[in-house]
T-cell receptor
Framework: KAGVTQTPRYLIKTRGQQVTLSCSPISGHRSVSWYQQTPGQGLQFLFEYFSETQRNKGNFPGRFSGRQFSNSRSEMNVSTLELGDSALYLC?????????FGEGSRLTVL | QKEVEQNSGPLSVPEGAIASLNCTYSDRGSQSFFWYRQYSGKSPELIMSIYSNGDKEDGRFTAQLNKASQYVSLLIRDSQPSDSATYLCAVENYGQNFVFGPGTRLSVLP
């Protein structure tokens, strides 16, 4: 059974640009959550989607957005990138209550 | 604000010893509790979940939950150098997002 797949794995952007990250959940999982991980703040919840609807949202500015498609794949977008957005972005899928993480997308903002 | 607290460590134990990792949480409505292991540069990996008061054993790992004290722990018996990682405690209240602790860094010394 394939795990959670995130693309791209690494990317470098400059301030002011935008970025889109993609996540394919485990087959059959309908819930997809996104987290930001930084050394100083740990794992911070961004948002969760379930059946194409945002079910929960964390305390991040509106520059951070996401969506989920009918096949449960999800994307998150960060607009007007800031240096502080440099982080590991983790996607996790859930089917029966447990979260399973992808390898993450490491974003560096210069 | 819902919080999950862990000692940041590092916690150093000799090979073969028992490592004890602790976690407290603030939300009394929390219903599900998880331990994740994260190796440096990797994504979190689910080790155990626990939902009821008491102990739950899986191989060398034992999770302990005390809802009255809002306390969760993870014991690792016969610790191995390969257990050296950061251990994240996560708490969930049904229908809401997971809240992660800052993690405890464990170092098992050969």
């Amino acid at each position: 059974k394939a795990g959670v797949t995130q693309t791209p794995r690494y990317l470098i952007k400059t301030r002011g640009q935008q970025v889109t990250l993609s996540c394919s959940p485990i087959s059959g999982h309908r819930s997809v959550s996104w987290y930001q991980q930084t050394p100083g703040q740990g794992l911070q919840f961004l948002f969760e989607y379930f059946s194409e609807t945002q079910r929960n949202k964390g305390n991040f500015p509106g520059r951070f957005s996401g969506r989920q498609f009918s096949n449960s794949r999800s994307e998150m977008n960060v607009s007007t990138l800031e240096l502080g957005d440099s982080a590991l972005y983790l996607c996790a899928s859930s089917g029966t209550g447990e979260l399973f993480f992808g390898e993450g997308s490491r974003l560096t903002v210069l | 604000q819902k919080e999950v607290e862990q000692n940041s460590g590092p916690l150093s134990v000799p090979e073969g010893a028992i490592a004890s990792l602790n976690c407290t949480y603030s939300d009394r409505g929390s219903q599900s509790f998880f331990w994740y292991r994260q190796y440096s540069g990797k994504s979190p990996e689910l080790i155990m979940s626990i939902y009821s008061n008491g102990d739950k054993e899986d191989g060398r790992f034992t999770a302990q939950l005390n809802k009255a004290s809002q306390y969760v722990s993870l014991l690792i018996r016969d610790s191995q150098p390969s257990d050296s990682a950061t251990y994240l405690c996560a708490v969930e209240n049904y229908g809401q997002n997971f809240v992660f602790g800052p993690g405890t860094r464990l170092s098992v010394l050969p």
